[in-house]
């Protein structure tokens, strides 16, 4: 992933030229930079926790910042579905939605009173996956936001996807069972598999479980389980490089029984 968004990263120079002494200490090796975001990502601990003398935490927030003006964390999550989609092929006949509420202690411009932790700021996430659970887009918003309302702007993210099956599937829970969700779907000529309000799981198990197990995945990485960010900028740069990793884990796994290589491990990894 390093060599892959160190790609595309834009020239820079060791040292400031534009001193008037003509030097200046060295930049902050960008690879250093990544390294500690991706230590943040998955412990959740803070900028200067993770500081120490190779670098500051104010580098770090800088650099992000830098990063995510260039759209770099975006364009590194758009290389790694395209990768899979390439070498293993994303399924899109069957595609699975629903939401997931986080804490977000520090509030922030997508946070809101949860309706299941006492009332305390939270953070919501409409996510959509494929067959796989490979994450395809989200929509954020504050705790206190009901589902329904986000399946339109998380649907619109299949926009992005390029060409797409004639007939696709969207598996829902019961809570976005309603006549407005149906017009939705038909509209857009989607097929909804909607689950029934008061009718237990086993007895309509759909193929809802992947879009769950990849809000497990994403909770793993505890800066996205207790987000502390108070930016949606950096909240949704954070949730790409997640899905990078997830995309490019499952591309492994994958490939490891579809392909053949000279170093391929003799176990799956």
């Excluded at 006549?179 to 809802?208: F, H, M, N, S, Y």
Aim: hydrophobic fraction near 40%; glycine fraction near 8%; proline fraction near 5%.
């Amino acid at each position: 992933m390093w060599d892959q968004f160190a790609a595309l990263l834009p020239a820079r120079s060791v040292t400031d030229p534009s001193h008037p002494l003509g030097c200046h200490r060295r930049r902050i090796a960008d690879r250093l930079v990544f390294d500690k975001l991706l230590q943040v990502l998955r412990f959740g601990c803070s900028y200067e926790a993770i500081a120490d003398s190779t670098c500051s935490a104010t580098t770090i927030r800088n650099r992000r910042d830098e990063w995510i003006n260039l759209g770099l964390f975006a364009q590194l999550k758009a290389i790694a579905l395209d990768a899979y989609d390439r070498i293993v092929g994303l399924l899109l006949d069957d595609l699975a939605i629903d939401g997931c509420i986080t804490k977000a202690p520090g509030g922030g411009e997508i946070a809101g009173r949860s309706p299941v932790d006492r009332g305390k700021q939270g953070m919501k996430r409409s996510l959509m996956v494929e067959a796989r659970g490979i994450p395809l887009g989200r929509v954020l918003a504050g705790a206190n936001r009901h589902d329904s309302p986000l399946l339109k702007p998380t649907l619109e993210h299949l926009d992005d996807l390029g060409p797409l099956p004639e007939d696709i599937t969207i598996h829902l829970d019961a809570g976005y069972n309603s006549a407005a969700t149906r017009d939705l779907l038909a509209a857009r000529g989607l097929t909804g598999e909607i689950a029934r309000k008061g009718v237990k799981a086993p007895v309509q198990a759909t193929k809802r479980w992947h879009v769950e197990r990849t809000n497990a995945w994403h909770n793993a990485f505890n800066r996205l389980q207790r987000c502390y960010e108070r930016k949606e900028t950096v909240v949704h740069a954070y949730f790409d490089l997640a899905d990078a990793i997830i995309t490019v884990r499952s591309l492994i796994r994958q490939a490891w029984t579809l392909y053949r290589w000279d170093t391929r491990p003799t176990r799956r990894p």
